[in-house]
């Protein structure tokens, strides 16, 4: 297995209520972000703040609040802790839940991403069973520390000739009804640790 290619790392926080409003204060995005900011709306309404420089993009629906990193340099857990938890703070959202994710990508050894997931996952007998079948992808679901983990294995773009595969791992904690969103140290300490424990399943895994 090739190394790991970082996409993005992202936080996302899931609200109690629904915010009153869901327009940010260009002061306090400065704050976290770099200028110059780039603001866009999406077809559902949520409202998009990026910033080049930083690499980074807030989104902010009426229930629901993401970060995203796309550096490559990742997981940059530092810098994503801050701006998640200082949107939230900004927003003075409410969180139930909330969720650490990763996307990033690595080459085949050999041939297409379809072929290589087909060969190391399926069974011959059940390759045989279908007709001209092209590839494979998988999903593994775990607990780690009381959190819903999930990796999410595919050929690049769902494209089974592509030559990169695809992996989507998600990690998700539902808050109690007085418990608050972690503090910004333990956003930090537990995207750190998750990437840790994903690598170490995919050094397995992906033999």
């Given at each position: ?25 260009k002061?306090?995005v400065?704050?976290l972000?770099t ?5 866009g709306?999406t ?26 990193d796309?550096?490559?340099k ?11 938890q200082g949107?939230l ?7 139930r ?6 996307e ?12 290589f997931?087909l060969k190391?996952?399926i069974?011959d ?6 007709r ?10 775990f607990?780690?520390?009381?959190r819903q983990?999930?990796?999410v ?6 494209r089974?000739?592509?030559d990169?595969?695809f992996f989507?791992?998600n ?18 300490t ?12 995919l ?5």
């Amino acid at each position: 297995m090739q190394s790991l290619s970082m996409m993005s790392t992202s936080v996302v926080f899931l609200l109690r209520k629904h915010l009153a409003t869901i327009e940010l204060q260009k002061e306090e995005v400065e704050q976290l972000l770099t200028p110059e900011l780039s603001v866009g709306q999406t077809a559902d309404g949520r409202i998009v703040v990026s910033s080049m420089t930083d690499q980074m993009e807030i989104m902010v629906g009426v229930n629901r609040i993401d970060v995203r990193d796309r550096s490559s340099k990742g997981p940059r857990a530092r810098e994503v802790s801050h701006v998640a938890q200082g949107i939230l703070q900004a927003l003075k959202g409410d969180a139930r839940a909330y969720g650490i994710n990763y996307e990033f990508e690595a080459d085949t050894p050999n041939g297409t991403s379809g072929a290589f997931l087909l060969k190391t996952f399926i069974k011959d007998d059940a390759k045989n069973s279908i007709r001209d079948l092209k590839g494979a992808a998988l999903t593994l679901f775990f607990n780690v520390e009381g959190r819903q983990a999930r990796i999410v294995i595919e050929p690049r773009r769902g494209r089974p000739e592509a030559d990169k595969i695809f992996f989507n791992v998600n990690f998700h904690m539902d808050l109690g009804a007085n418990e608050p969103a972690p503090l910004e140290e333990q956003l930090r300490t537990e995207i750190e640790g998750y990437f840790k424990r994903v690598e170490e399943i995919l050094s397995k895994v992906m033999k």
